[in-house]
């Protein structure tokens, strides 16, 4: 049985992908939260740095140690970004966009200079091949299980083991630093432990989707969260969903047209993020509009009830509280006007009497409500 | 070694290199500055992977890899990404990080997923699209130098002639509002003319190191200047001789890319400008602080003789080095001998008769005067 799920390559790269998604997940949603996801791409161009050292050192890509290696590049661009502002020379963006063309120049070079002894050629380091994770395996008890599979799994337990064990200082951290630092959390400490997993995370999916797409897996599944909820825990939640429906879906229309499978995943990632921005049930494009709309128009009929109740038996009553007489005192044209008190009447808070208006008891009601917000209040009280 | 440069400079491949390299270096200078001053030094990352995307639409409308097209592609794609970030943060609660890196993952993802599109509709003429990833600088033909100094041209005409408007504009936008400027249109045209300079970065440096040409001649001519006609003079110039010498380095070394190599000299003149930039350089602040720290230690000790005479109702009185040492609880020999050296102690004779060593530190009338003074400016500050 898990022979066979080992065997199969789609499986294998479905399960991957969403690896990569998951993994980046837990470490991305401070990431976003905390209003530092360019770190996540400072940190992926960074690594193809760390990779060809340890590359050049250990002649090994994929052991604990030499992803413990490249990830300290990740690190290790973070500290000098970090060494850069605190000159106060620099904004914290530049300095990003300063230091990690640096490394990742290096990197190239390095990789120019030993093109023989280095695996990886210029390509992958952007790209990455997912399509081919199951060729690289090594055998596991009776089970050959692809490389690639066992280190994302293994930086996905870590990553979740970080973010269990330290779940409430991170998020104490993310949301009130001052208070996190006042009582003795460290949260620079905690920060760095994050970004440290960071790194590792873009150094384990690196031979999967390159240094690249790791942001859009970094950044989009929390970001479509972010848009979906306001709850921590339930943008885990959200942000890994996405992660695994873009994995499954990126995959199958990767086959279906013939292109990369790990920019095809990005692209998803990318599509569920717009569906958010668009129909999210709160903070959606749409939602914020219907609410705006809905606002307006409880404004409209609140100014006429207003309008009425202060004409409500005066002597200028027949000719101030008609249909007619809003276009001039309230600047509506007759379409509005109609409109408003077709909405009011069904609403019952207005009815109409040939030309003339007349609030109902319901409309007098709204009216002084807002005419003297206290009263009812008083009236309880009293 | 002359010679050889001699005859690289007549290389017709190496001219045309560093011609682009010195165009990219121009343009990137002069918009750089503008967007490193609006900190939207990250805007030119996003919009530089977002060109992919547009090169491979670009190429596949053209049937080709077709330079005019591909450029306008890349310039549409990467304006498109500009907007996209725009309007996540404008109508949705995500914040400028996560929009740029959105709008930059997702955009590049699209590019990647185009390419491969191509590569696998196997085109014969597709190959060399990959080279944008990382620029292809020995490739540039005569051709494609004419159209890069068309695009800065028409940059260049642009700043130049709407100069005071992006000047204000960058620095006090409201005024600039309040004065009736079209301030939307004009921060959306210095934020799309960013993409004309990743344009004209595609061949020589590719897109993923084009964020930096956009911020490192900018951050280093800021450095140097404090007004933004010569911030901008200055940040063109760097790039021009960071993006000449990244080639010369690239023909040099024979077989290294190029882009990595202008980067890494735009970045090195970076590090010098932050090291060593009259006024605001980290060395000559740390030298300033040294300084401080030192006259401040000699004040201490000066105002502790002073103290210990003033107490001993003794004008000359003679203190051990011990004595003074334990006083400031560290050794202050130092900050005595460069007293001494100044005429306000002395190293005199003890008291005949005394015990304890044979030599002690005493105030000359100089520094007796130079510690009251030290003392009145010390209370002038504290009243």
């Not at chain 1, 879906?249 to 279906?256: F, N, Q, R, T």
């Not at chain 2, 009736?180 to 921060?187: A, D, F, I, K, T």
């Amino acid at each position: 049985m898990l022979a066979a799920l080992f065997d199969n390559p789609a499986a294998m790269i479905m399960l991957v992908g969403a690896l990569v998604g998951i993994a980046s997940t837990l470490v991305g949603t401070f990431l976003v939260l905390r209003g530092n996801s360019m770190l996540s791409d400072a940190i992926g161009h960074a690594i193809v740095f760390g990779i060809v050292i340890v590359w050049l050192a250990t002649h090994q890509q994929s052991g604990p140690l030499q992803i413990l290696g490249a990830a300290l590049t990740g690190l290790l661009t973070v500290v000098l970004t970090e060494l850069l502002v605190s000159t106060r020379r620099v904004k914290q963006d530049a300095a990003i966009g300063l230091v990690f063309p640096v490394l990742f120049s290096i990197g190239v070079l390095l990789l120019n200079l030993y093109a023989r002894d280095v695996h990886i050629d210029t390509h992958t380091v952007l790209l990455g091949e997912i399509g081919f994770v199951w060729l690289d395996t090594v055998t596991l008890g009776e089970y050959r299980v692809p490389q690639a599979l066992l280190s994302m799994g293994a930086m996905t337990l870590l990553n979740a083991a970080f973010v269990g064990v330290f779940f409430k200082e991170l998020k104490l951290a993310t949301f009130d630093e001052g208070l996190a630092r006042a009582l003795g959390l460290a949260p620079g400490l905690l920060f760095h432990g994050l970004l440290l997993l960071t790194s590792g995370t873009a150094v384990a999916a690196f031979d999967a989707v390159g240094a690249v797409l790791f942001v859009a897996f970094v950044i989009v599944p929390p970001a479509t969260a972010y848009l979906l909820t306001d709850r921590l825990w339930l943008m885990f939640v959200y942000g890994m969903l996405v992660s695994i429906l873009s994995s499954v879906s990126g995959y199958a229309l990767a086959v279906a047209w013939d292109v990369s499978i790990g920019g095809m995943m990005a692209v998803m990632t990318g599509a569920f993020l717009l569906l958010a921005f668009l129909v999210g049930p709160r903070y959606g494009v749409i939602a914020q509009w219907l609410r705006r709309r809905g606002q307006r128009r409880l404004n409209e009929i609140r100014t006429l009830a207003v309008h009425l109740y202060n004409h409500e038996g005066s002597p200028e009553q027949h000719e101030e509280n008609v249909t007619r007489a809003l276009r001039e005192h309230l600047l509506w044209d007759d379409a509005k006007a109609r409109r408003v008190v077709a909405r009011s009447r069904e609403q019952a808070l207005i009815e109409r009497n040939g030309e003339a208006l007349h609030l109902t008891p319901g409309g007098r009601e709204l009216a002084r409500e807002i005419l003297e917000p206290g009263r009812r209040a008083a009236d309880g009280q009293g | 070694m002359m010679a050889s440069l001699l005859s690289l400079l007549n290389d017709y491949t190496l001219q045309n290199v560093m011609a682009g390299a010195a165009l990219l270096g121009l343009i990137s200078g002069v918009l750089g500055s503008f967007a490193v001053l609006r900190r939207q030094s990250l805007l030119g990352d996003t919009m530089s992977h977002a060109a992919l995307p547009g090169v491979c639409l670009g190429f596949i409308i053209a049937g080709g890899r077709h330079m005019g097209s591909i450029l306008v592609g890349a310039l549409v794609t990467g304006a498109l990404a500009a907007l996209t970030m725009l309007l996540l943060t404008r109508l949705s609660r995500l914040k400028t990080d996560a929009a740029l890196g959105i709008a930059l993952s997702v955009f590049f993802a699209l590019g990647v997923v185009l390419l491969t599109h191509i590569q696998g509709t196997h085109n014969a003429s597709q190959g060399g699209l990959d080279a944008f990833l990382f620029g292809q600088a020995a490739a540039t033909l005569r051709a494609d130098v004419w159209i890069m100094a068309g695009i800065t041209a028409i940059a260049l005409t642009l700043v130049a002639v709407l100069w005071k408007e992006f000047k204000l504009v960058t620095f006090d936008a409201e005024f600039a509002a309040s004065q009736g400027m079209p301030v939307v249109w004009l921060e959306a045209l210095l934020t799309m003319m960013v993409a004309l300079a990743v344009v004209v970065g595609l061949q020589m440096v590719g897109v993923v190191l084009m964020a930096a040409m956009i911020i490192a001649p900018a951050v280093a001519a800021r450095q140097w200047s404090r007004r933004l006609e010569s911030m901008v003079t200055l940040a063109a110039l760097i790039g021009v001789a960071g993006g000449v010498l990244g080639a010369l380095l690239s023909a040099l070394s024979r077989g290294l890319a190029t882009g990595p190599l202008i980067i890494l000299s735009v970045s090195a003149v970076v590090l010098l400008s932050l090291a060593l930039a009259p006024g605001r350089g980290l060395v000559w602040e740390a030298l300033r602080l040294w300084r401080g720290r030192r006259r401040l230690r000699q004040q201490q000790v000066l105002t502790t003789l002073y103290g210990l005479a003033a107490r001993h109702e003794d004008p000359v009185f003679r203190s051990e080095q011990g004595l003074i040492d334990s006083y400031h609880g560290l050794r202050t020999r130092t900050a005595l001998r460069k007293l001494e050296r100044r005429g306000l102690v002395e190293w005199g004779e003890a008291p005949p008769g005394e015990p304890g060593p044979s030599r002690r530190w005493l105030l000359t009338p100089a520094g007796r005067a130079e510690a009251e003074r030290v003392l009145a400016s010390l209370h002038e500050e504290g009243a």
